[in-house]
């Protein structure tokens, strides 16, 4: 019942910028905090960024704080990934995760719904 769809992915240039959306479905979408992860080959997955479902705080990892902003449009079901330069080491699958009730959340469990990724890359 509950779809999380990415699109916005791509190969994009270190210094350039990229935006990604995840559309929800099935879910009460202004109730649901939103957040984006990323996965690297070999590694784990990482927290990104986490928006609330009403008030539209924000929070992010320290490694991307001041170069990706997170946003949503409730109207629309839509969570949003601004990426601005980006680095090599940004390269990884990004997902986006709900969480039904749940405020500003960085951990990966306490996510309920997942969508199947969008690859980022970025080449030197």
Do not use: H
């Amino acid at each position: 019942q509950v779809q999380l769809v990415e699109s916005g992915g791509g190969l994009v240039q270190a210094g350039g910028s990229l935006r990604l959306s995840c559309r929800a479905s099935g879910v009460t979408f202004s109730r649901t905090g939103m957040g984006w992860f990323r996965q690297a080959p070999g590694k784990d997955r990482e927290f990104v960024a986490a928006i609330t479902g009403r008030s539209g705080a924000r929070t992010y990892a320290e490694s991307v704080k001041g170069r990706f902003t997170i946003s949503r449009d409730n109207a629309e079901n839509t969570v949003y990934l601004e990426m601005n330069s980006m680095r090599p080491d940004d390269t990884a699958v990004y997902y986006c995760a709900a969480a039904p009730g749940r405020f500003l959340v960085d951990s990966a469990a306490e996510y309920n719904y997942w969508g199947q990724g969008t690859q980022v890359t970025v080449s030197s």
